[in-house]
């Protein structure tokens, strides 16, 4: 209830205060535009409509500062393209006049005018019939003293009594308050997405651009980094039992005739190290692509991730059928990384992984019960998890104070 007053508080003042704010904006653009256009054959309109534009960019500005707390969410302020350093003044007073942005904050002041109107309308209209409605048994009694003051009973042929007109008064202000948070909030959401839509939007397009971008970069930092240590990987261990296998057999070959026996042990120990690389290259290859993800799933990929885990692993896994290959890929390999940090580092005795579906979202939680302290920083155990994520546009939080626990909630898109 509290929530549900606040909100109608919250849209109420937005569109109440926001009507003179926007009378003020409609009369400047109008005002500025118009004189601007009407004098830019003589050049004084240039100056006039730059003018014009910045108190555009200013009314804007407090609106936009007003838009998050009705729709829920922050908002980024646009980028408005600055003149360049050697310009000459002339180029710097006429700047505005080149940003788009700009542009469509003089338009949203001119089309806003009506909207702010009707939604003002609307609003007050809606309160007042509330308040009047339920207030009508404090002062029915005085307005139905009042010589000539028929109510609405007598207008509707049911009499003169107070207690009639009063019933009904009441009654259309129980409707009023009922409708009131559903109007006010259409209202406020017109307004505010109209707002939106028109100082904002490109704003969310360039970040949304530039979230792309810092994705694809994560990507490739992360690929990179992955074909790095597995090449590290390789380099440390298979290729170095390669080649010491390689020495041995070239040994062996060598002392077939003279030393029989000592063959025999040498070929015994180059068995027991092909078995040895066998096992690291099955390791590595988990590390790419392991089989039972690519056959069977997240679900019983992650149980294999579990048994292994050299501490006790709760798995909770609420998910069915399958995914696409990049957004299973990152949810197995962010919950072999944090394992692993895990055993490493956490000195935890229990470990919980619980992996869950939201709308179109993949909700992965982590936790143990160890010393904490983990962050995705640089050099960290964590430190690709973030980079992994972007490049699917997932979001990574580490919560992790010193003395633990620890948790770890990654969200993968999968709509």
């Known amino acids: 209830m509290r929530t549900l007053l606040r909100r109608i508080g919250t849209d109420s003042r937005y569109l109440i205060a926001g009507f003179p704010l926007s009378v003020v904006f409609f009369v400047l653009m109008v005002a500025g535009f118009a004189a601007g256009i009407g004098t830019v054959v003589v050049w004084v309109g240039l100056p006039v409509l730059a003018t014009t534009l910045l108190v555009a960019r200013g009314m804007a500005d407090v609106e936009r500062r007003m838009l998050p707390e009705v729709l829920g969410r922050a908002l980024p302020r646009p980028r408005y393209r600055p003149a360049p350093e ?79 007109d009063v019933v009904i008064n009441t009654s259309i202000g129980v409707l009023f308050a009922l409708t009131l948070p559903v109007v006010v909030r259409s209202a406020a959401l017109i307004r505010a997405g109209l707002g939106r839509a028109m100082l904002t ?38 290729q170095q039992r390669l080649v010491s296998l390689a020495m041995d057999l070239s040994r062996a070959q060598r002392q077939l005739k003279r030393d029989p ?47 292994r885990c050299t501490i006790p692993v709760e798995l909770d896994v609420q998910v069915t059928g399958r995914f696409a290959a990049a957004v299973e890929n990152t949810v197995y390999f962010v919950v072999a990384e944090s394992l692993t940090n895990v055993a490493k580092h956490s000195h935890a005795t229990v470990c919980t992984v619980s992996l869950t579906k939201t709308g179109g979202v ?40 010193v003395g633990g626990p620890t948790v770890i909630v990654a969200e993968v898109p999968c709509g």
């Open 362 to 401: 993949l909700m992965l939680t982590i936790g143990d019960d160890g010393v904490g302290g983990a962050h995705v920083a640089k050099g960290h155990g964590l430190s690709g998890l973030g980079d992994r994520l972007k490049a699917v546009d997932g979001e990574l939080a580490v919560d992790s104070p």
């Open 201 to 238: 939007g490109v704003a969310e397009l360039h970040e949304r651009i530039d979230d792309l971008a810092e994705g694809r970069a994560a990507a490739v930092s992360a690929e990179a980094n992955a074909l790095r240590r597995l090449e590290r990987d390789i380099h440390d261990g298979p």
């Open 86 to 164: 050697t310009a000459g003044w002339f180029r710097r007073m006429v700047n505005p006049l080149t940003s788009g942005q700009s542009w469509l904050d003089l338009l949203y002041g001119i089309v806003a005018f009506p909207i702010s109107v009707v939604t003002f309308v609307f609003t007050v209209t809606w309160w007042a019939g509330t308040i009047l409605g339920l207030a009508t048994p404090l002062y029915g009694w005085i307005t139905a003293a009042i010589p000539g003051n028929e109510g609405l009973a007598y207008l509707l042929g049911l009499g003169d009594s107070v207690w009639i």
């Open 261 to 307: 026996q000592a063959v025999e042990a040498m070929l015994s120990q180059a068995i027991t190290s092909t078995r040895d690389t066998l096992d690291e290259l099955r390791a590595l290859s988990r590390g790419i692509a392991p089989p039972i993800l690519t056959d069977r799933g997240l679900a019983p990929a992650l149980a294999a991730l579990a048994s």
